[in-house]
């Protein structure tokens, strides 16, 4: 079984997710709950997320295999980190936040 991963910002794109995962993935929309988009610290043209209660994110979720995963991790960079979220449709997954 693979793990899934929620993305909110660029990897919605069903293009820029098959160049960085170098093959197609289909994603279905999902949402965060109690967390909200923010410009990146560092990179500030692009997203992360933080708890806000009351908040929700739009993005979606897609299955991922651990080269999947290396490949995103390259893509992010050390300026983002994985954590576990429960996302509104009950599933588990991954997501980006700030490092």
């Known amino acids: 079984m693979s793990d899934l991963m929620f993305v909110y910002g660029t990897l919605v794109s069903n293009v820029m ?17 109690n967390y909200v988009k923010t410009p990146h610290t560092y990179f500030d043209v692009y997203p992360t997320i933080k708890k806000e209660q009351g908040g929700v994110v739009d993005g979606v979720v897609f299955p991922v295999n ?8 390259r ?3 050390e300026h983002y980190k994985k954590i576990k979220v429960k996302l509104e449709s009950g599933k588990v997954a991954f997501a980006y936040i700030e490092a």
């Open 75 to 77: 893509y992010e960079t």
């Open 17 to 33: 997710r098959q160049a960085v995962l170098n093959h197609p993935v289909e994603a279905q929309k999902d949402s965060l709950r």
């Open 66 to 73: 651990w080269q999947d995963k290396a490949c995103l991790d």
